[in-house]
């Protein structure tokens, strides 16, 4: 699987995300991306998230998605939301809409910015009227860890699920001053969830990997490391991230995950055209870390399973 960083510009301006790169690069042209999924596809991939910034931004995104499908992969896309209505022409071919939401309008607007609810409402509302499959992403900060509930609510009455998260590590981060959830806070959630997917409420993450969150020994934002004794205590499987999913970001280099994305101390990029991809994809592969409070590389596992192939078909017959 790639994630595929169309453009590091965005039209919102929410405080913890990570990709704030606006304008740092001159975006690549629709033919470097039709070459880059050209080598992801002669290396096996199957799957193709389209992210940014704010990928309905970039000039080209829709030959992007199109080409994306002939090579036969399946097409993911992220966005905000704000620019579904003018372009939903270009949402109808793709195979799964996840829209960022992060609560009701006095949550959200104050993580994604004043008036960003009604944008990203309506371009929701848009979507479903056009029977996109689409799913929520929602970022938890102090602003809106109280609209967990609200949320789940308003993704029932719209058939979509949500995926929780905390803001990953990066400068940004900072700015957002008290904002920040604490372990203490984010373990409270996290409880919360696990009792509330138990209740059969619409959360993507399975329960282990809920579990994996309660039960990790360090702050959520320090890594385990594989020379640290007894570092298999975390998890028994090493984090599949980097091996088996990839980011590339607006430039073209590439990126293990988004834990590392602001670690130059731990990862330095490769770029796939400076480099070359076998360089860029071996410095993704050999990692110092083994696993982090991140429930993705856990999922991803668990989906390999019996029992997760089993969860995965029942999430993924109500995103139809």
């Given at each position: 699987?790639?994630?595929?960083?169309?453009?590091?510009?965005?039209?919102?301006?929410?405080?913890?995300?990570?990709?704030?790169?606006?304008?740092?690069?001159?975006?690549?042209?629709?033919?470097?991306?039709?070459?880059?999924?050209?080598?992801?596809?002669?290396?096996?991939?199957?799957?193709?998230?389209?992210?940014?910034?704010?990928?309905?931004?970039?000039?080209?995104?829709?030959?992007?998605?199109?080409?994306?499908?002939?090579?036969?992969?399946?097409?993911?896309?992220?966005?905000?939301?704000?620019?579904?209505?003018?372009?939903?022409?270009?949402?109808?071919?793709?195979?799964?809409?996840?829209?960022?939401?992060?609560?009701?309008?006095?949550?959200?607007?104050?993580?994604?910015?004043e008036g960003s609810f009604a944008k990203i409402t309506r371009g929701i509302e848009v979507a479903k009227e056009n029977d996109i499959p689409l799913r929520i992403n929602c970022v938890l900060t102090r602003n809106n860890v109280g609209d967990v509930e609200w949320l789940l609510d308003y993704a029932e009455k719209i058939k979509a699920y949500v995926g929780f998260t905390i803001p990953a590590k990066c400068p940004e981060?900072?700015?957002?001053?008290?904002?920040?959830?604490?372990?203490?806070?984010?373990?409270?959630?996290?409880?919360?969830?696990l009792e509330l997917k138990r209740k059969g409420r619409k959360i993507t993450l399975s329960e282990r990997s809920i579990k994996h969150i309660l039960s990790y020994p360090k702050h959520f934002h320090e890594i385990v490391y594989k020379d640290e004794a007894n570092y298999k205590e975390a998890s028994a499987d090493e984090c599949c991230y980097g091996r088996y999913i990839i980011f590339v970001d607006a430039e073209g280099s590439i990126y293990p995950c988004t834990t590392l994305w602001e670690c130059p101390e731990?990862?330095?990029?490769?770029?796939?055209?400076?480099?070359?991809?076998?360089?860029?994809?071996?410095?993704?592969?050999?990692?110092?870390?083994?696993?982090?409070?991140?429930a993705g590389g856990v999922e991803w596992d668990y989906m390999t399973s019996f029992r997760g192939i089993i969860h995965a078909l029942r999430f993924s017959l109500t995103q139809v």
């Open positions: 699987m790639a994630l595929l960083f169309l453009t590091s510009r965005c039209n919102l301006n929410c405080g913890y995300c990570f990709a704030e790169h606006r304008g740092e690069f001159k975006d690549l042209s629709v033919d470097q991306w039709k070459d880059v999924i050209d080598e992801l596809k002669r290396r096996g991939t199957e799957l193709i998230f389209l992210m940014g910034g704010e990928p309905l931004l970039y000039d080209g995104f829709g030959e992007v998605i199109e080409y994306v499908k002939q090579k036969g992969i399946q097409c993911h896309l992220t966005t905000n939301g704000v620019l579904i209505p003018q372009l939903i022409e270009e949402m109808k071919k793709v195979d799964l809409l996840m829209v960022s939401l992060d609560g009701n309008k006095a949550g959200n607007d104050l993580n994604r910015g981060l900072n700015s957002m001053g008290n904002m920040v959830l604490s372990n203490e806070e984010i373990s409270e959630v996290h409880k919360k969830l731990v990862y330095k990029p490769r770029n796939v055209f400076r480099d070359g991809w076998d360089e860029a994809l071996r410095n993704a592969q050999e990692l110092p870390c083994w696993i982090c409070y991140c």
